[in-house]
């Protein structure tokens, strides 16, 4: 099985910064695009930014400019660097990652951390 476990939320206060992590671990043969999303109650889950093996980037445009998603594949872990916080980015983060399991090379599976809690204080 895999597993992907979120670190690094909590309270700071407007233009502040926080950075998220995200560890892979278990059966994984390897890891394409990891990346963070976001979900406000009652709102749909949206993407935050993406990123892939390479290192090719994709950024929500509301957090352009403000957040940096990074990964290190050595260590199945992905970041994201927040700085220039605001209330409105207050909701769960949510990490994601695209993963082949060893034994069954030929599905991508899409898995999905349990979330984190960002909340920003005005």
């Known amino acids: 099985q895999v597993q992907l476990v979120e670190s690094g939320g909590g309270l700071v206060q407007s233009g502040g910064s926080l950075r998220l992590s995200c560890a892979a671990s278990?059966?994984?043969?390897?890891?394409?695009?990891m990346g963070w999303y976001r979900q406000a109650p009652g709102k749909q889950r949206e993407l935050v930014a993406t990123i892939t093996r390479d290192g090719s980037t994709n950024y929500a445009d509301s957090v352009k400019g403000r957040f940096t998603i990074s990964r290190d594949n050595a260590k199945n872990t992905v970041f994201l660097q927040m700085n220039s916080l605001q209330p409105e980015d207050t909701v769960v983060y949510y990490c994601n990652a695209k993963i082949r399991q060893r034994g069954s090379l030929a599905y991508l599976g899409n898995y999905w951390g349990q979330g984190t809690q960002v909340t920003v204080s005005s």
């Open positions: 278990g059966n994984i043969f390897s890891i394409d695009t």
